[in-house]
């Protein structure tokens, strides 16, 4: 996959989005969301969205900690699960008509 669209405004209120391309069968997956909470060097709090599906926002978390002189990225992703009935219930639509 290449990323074809990075757009970053890396404040809180402003948005990102990017899109990835499969050259493979010549799709596009964009995603894009908006930052809520910035807290550097530990914490980003942002939404997210994969375009192609309704109803798939969810917030993530993602928080930064540094322990013997190594940094761990954890990711909390609230309301996943709406999310990923969103996707079920397309490919549902889309391999069984």
């Known amino acids: 996959m290449t990323m074809t669209v990075c757009e970053i405004d890396l404040r809180v209120g402003g948005t990102w989005r990017y899109v990835l391309h499969d050259s493979g069968n010549d799709t596009e997956h964009a995603f894009s969301g908006e930052y809520r909470e910035i807290v550097p060097p ?6 997210e ?25 954890h990711i909390a992703m609230q309301g996943l699960v709406k999310y990923l009935v969103a996707l079920w219930a397309i490919s549902k639509r889309v391999l069984m008509p």
């Open 42 to 47: 530990q914490r980003l709090i942002a939404t």
């Open 49 to 73: 969205h994969y375009e192609p599906v309704p109803n798939s926002d969810h917030l993530n978390t993602l928080t930064l900690t540094e322990q013997d002189g190594k940094t761990t990225l």
